[in-house]
Structures are given as structure tokens and as C-alpha cells.
């Protein structure tokens, strides 16, 4: 009885010493840091996607965009803008996500013109082209405009961890918030790392680029126009490597595209790094690069002459 005691007792000590350890961890990782709300950031966050949530749940395929009837008169000319949560709004509010505000500009500009938003969480440009296949062709497009981000080459090939642990180990962040935050991002980090190295391999790209080959097929099947936008989130240098391998890949199968990195460059520069967010807890395209995105597109468009002049309004401001 007594060495069961002890050993309870040692167990204890050893328990405490543990937990002791790790408070002691978590606030030298505050150490010369700022500190800040990270639940009040994180309540402001998933206030917004409830809000695109709950929105969504009214769209038959959960686009955070009203519901569109599958007619469509000849009188008018019909635009999607299809990607994944860039344009879902992931963390950002309905009426500042880029295909909203492109649909905006377009109508003070064009009459009897339509901008679909097609967008999903996590959707690749395979999961993309799957749905136009099966669905999106229903709604008769004149142009569908992809937003390509930097991970959209996942064939489905690869797996990396799902960001789904942070929420269930919430209690973690209550007792040990900042230990437990970079704990996890560091294996989410390097698991995301490994996994865009292999989305970019030669024998990836081979199996995107044929990808790229069908969906240019579309055009003269569907009878319509079609073209990427690749929109980098911020001024990471990443993007001077990876986005000139898709131009090569867009270019070799005829497609039609805009890469917005090298804009950005020139008239984003001097912003703040945070400014570049949706909101503090969440690193997705906030409202200034939205409004670029959305600008840009608007300009390519025009020069593009996708839109016929008949549906044109007469003065219009380009700048609206």
C-alpha cells in the first residue's frame, strides 16, 4: 500500500512539475512580444464567416452569391468568376470580396451584364473545372474568369495537415494559448511547406498542365471565353518562382491570363504587411487587395474587349 502510495505521489510531482514547466514555456514565448486578443481576433473572425456561412447555406452549391436561374436570354451576357475561398470571402465580409466588387464596377459600366461568384473553401482549379463539367455549364457563361492562387495546382495527389486540429484543441489555447499556437503552427507550417513542393514538381505540373489542356477545350465546346487571374495574397517573394511556371503552363495551352504579382509589386509596396489581411486573425486577401484584384480584372477586361460595346452604357465612368 505504501509503494502504491508512492508512486502516486510521484506521479504528482512529476504531473505538476510538467505543467509548471509548460506555463513557464508559455510565457517566455511572450517574451518582448505584443501582446494581443487572439480570441477577440478569432471571435471577429468567425463572426464574419458565420455571417458568409449562413449567407451560402441559401446558394444550392453553398457560393456565397444568390441564386442564379439557369436561363439565361440572349440579351444578356453572363460572367463567373470561379475560385476557391478568395472568392468564398474567408474572413472578409460579402461586399468586399473581389468578384462582388469586379460585378459592382462592371454594372456601372455595362447593362444586362451578370457576374456569378463561384467560390468554394479549398477548391483547386481541378475541383473547379469538375464543377463546371458537371453544373456550372447549366448557366450558359460568356466568360469565366478563374482565380488562380498559388496552391490551386493540387491534382488531389497530396495530403498536408488539416488546419481542423487548431479548433479541436480550443482548450489548449485557454490554458497554454501561446505555447499551443506555436506548437501547432510549426507542424502545420512545415506540412504545408512540404506539401506546395510537391504541387510544384515537374510530374505535378505535367498532370496540371493537362488540366489546362481540357479546360481550353471548353471554350469552343461551351462556346464561350475564358481566363485566369492570378492573384498572389501579399508581396511574398514565393511568387516571383511560382506564378511564372503557371504563366509558361497558361501560355503552352492557349489560355488567356493576367498575373497580378508584378502589379502588385509596383503599387502595393509600400503598404504594411498586416494590411494586406482580411483581419488579424486571418491571413486571406483583405479589402485593399480585394479592391486591386478587382480593379486589375476590371482593366484586363476592357482591354480584352470581352464585352461587347453594345452592352455598353453610354459615358459610363471607368473608374466607378
Known amino acids: 500500500m505504501a509503494i502504491k502510495k508512492n508512486t502516486y505521489f510521484k506521479i504528482i510531482v512529476v504531473g505538476f512539475t510538467v505543467l509548471i514547466t509548460l506555463f513557464i514555456l508559455d510565457t517566455f514565448l511572450n517574451v518582448n512580444k505584443q501582446v494581443t486578443d487572439k480570441n477577440n481576433y478569432n471571435f471577429i473572425n468567425d463572426s464574419i464567416n458565420k455571417a458568409n456561412q449562413d449567407f451560402a447555406l441559401k446558394n444550392p452549391y453553398g457560393f456565397t452569391d444568390i441564386e442564379r436561374k439557369k436561363e439565361k436570354p440572349d440579351s444578356v451576357y453572363r460572367i463567373a468568376v470561379i475560385g476557391d475561398s478568395y472568392i468564398w470571402g474567408d474572413g472578409l465580409p460579402y461586399q468586399k470580396v473581389w468578384s462582388h466588387k469586379l460585378g459592382k464596377k462592371i454594372s456601372g459600366k455595362y447593362k444586362n451584364v451578370e457576374v456569378l461568384s463561384w467560390g468554394k473553401n479549398g477548391w483547386s482549379t481541378l475541383d473547379e473545372y469538375n464543377f463546371f463539367i458537371e453544373n456550372g455549364y447549366k448557366y450558359h457563361i460568356n466568360l469565366m474568369l478563374f482565380g488562380f492562387v498559388h496552391n490551386d495546382t493540387d491534382m488531389g495527389d497530396f495530403k498536408h495537415l488539416n488546419p481542423q486540429w487548431y479548433k479541436r484543441l480550443g ?20 506540412s504545408y511547406a512540404r506539401w ?5 514538381t515537374e510530374e505535378n505540373l505535367e498532370k496540371y498542365q493537362d488540366l489546362l489542356y481540357k479546360i481550353k477545350e471548353l471554350e469552343k465546346k461551351q462556346n464561350m471565353q475564358i481566363a485566369f487571374i492570378l492573384t498572389p495574397s501579399d508581396l511574398n517573394e514565393e511568387y516571383k518562382v511560382l506564378f511564372p511556371k503557371i504563366d509558361t503552363l497558361l501560355s503552352k495551352a492557349h489560355l488567356d491570363y493576367i498575373d497580378l504579382f508584378p502589379m502588385m509589386q509596383e503599387k502595393l509596396a509600400d503598404l504594411p504587411p498586416d494590411s494586406f489581411k482580411a483581419n488579424p486573425a486571418n491571413a486571406h486577401p483583405g479589402n485593399i487587395v480585394t479592391e ?3 480593379n486589375e480584372a476590371m482593366t484586363y477586361i476592357i482591354q480584352k474587349k470581352y464585352i461587347d460595346s453594345s452592352f455598353s452604357i453610354i459615358n459610363s465612368d471607368i473608374s466607378k
Open 196 to 200: 506546395m513542393k510537391k504541387l510544384y
Open 292 to 294: 486591386f484584384y478587382a
Open 171 to 190: 482548450f489548449m489555447y485557454k490554458i497554454l494559448p501561446r505555447l499551443t499556437g506555436a506548437v501547432l503552427d510549426y507542424l502545420y507550417n512545415g
